[in-house]
């Protein structure tokens, strides 16, 4: 179905049979797959998401992340697999549940107010199995939660981008969805806004209670919102957890370059440690003489006095506020070492350092596993 006209039916539906279905539920993918002509945007993927849990979708663009948040809303249907809501099957190639009877509330990328209509209005849009003095008392009262009871009778285009999202996000949890899917929501918004709205979602969400399914690309916006994130790639699952396992251990190189601006530096394993051009670092599990790549974080190399440790010299150090990001030339390697360190203005660009670069700190990967 096309996009735009699954936009307009899931807004006409209204979802009447959310009202008053507060209490979260279990979403479950089991093998999905799912193809668009040659492409196969998602290949048996396997995901089950707890009543109440927030779970961000990450990954880059065209990984599959807004199919799997379809087929849940059930503006699709899987080539293979099943979708089950409560352990009851929604979605398969031989059944399926319509969107409206799913109990699950959507916010759209780009928010999908309707221009003709009030805050008040757009918010109520989404109660129209309510009476009309109980929508208009809900639609009030989640346009309050949002922050917005004085813009209640303000159209969408009086309203900045940031408190169009908290319209469309009043409209998807005023019929209390026990089930919330949310594509992209900050995408449209600057930093500073971004980060204000986000940990205001976060907030509400939790106090909603309802098992929340957030598409991103950002591993901020995953880390700061999420109880869980799933990582993908090209379709499938590469790797879920908690944002501390993603970061702490990634799965793969892949993953470890989500999460980080790693130095990336070659070398090969020879008695159980990888020989770099800034050390050897132990290992475990790879190949004797195989190629290796190890990550460095830049918040965990220490700069040390001169003469300690590795030699380097200071090329550049930029103030970023409560660190600087500092790029040091390390003896025989051919690439500057990224590092972030709070100095306090102590270090100077020329100046000759000892480069500390703590073992257990650092990530090896088989070199090719990207
Ligand atoms: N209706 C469609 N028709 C044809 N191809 C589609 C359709 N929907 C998605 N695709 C393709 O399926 C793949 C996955 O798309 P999807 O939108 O799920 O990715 P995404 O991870 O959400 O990307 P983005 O972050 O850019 O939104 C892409 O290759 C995309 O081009």
Redesign the pocket.
Known sequence: ???NETKARWLSWGRRGTAGAAIPMALAFEGVT?R??E????SEVTLAVEPGEIVA?L????????????LAAGV?RPDAGRVLLEGRDVSSPGSFVEPEQRGVGLVF?DYALFPHLSVRENVRFGLRGYGEASADATALRAIARVGLADLADSYPHMLSGGEQQRVALARAVAPRPGVLLM??PFSNLDRRLRDVVRDETAALLQETGATSII?T?DPEDAMRIADRIVL?RA?RIVQVGTGEELYRRPASLFAARFFCDFTEVEGRVSGKAVDTPLGRFPVKGLTEGSDAIVCIRPHAVRLVPNGYCLPGRVVTRRFLGEVDHILVAVDGFDRPLSVRASLAGSIREGEDVGVDIPSDEVLVFPAGDT
């Not at 492409?39 to 998602?42: K, Y």
């Not at 990954?59 to 379809?70: D, E, F």
């Open positions: 179905m096309a996009r799912q668009f002509g492409v196969e945007a998602l979708l990954g880059q663009s065209g990984c599959g992340k807004t199919t799997l948040l379809r699709e990328q594509d992209e598409v690309h993908m379709g």
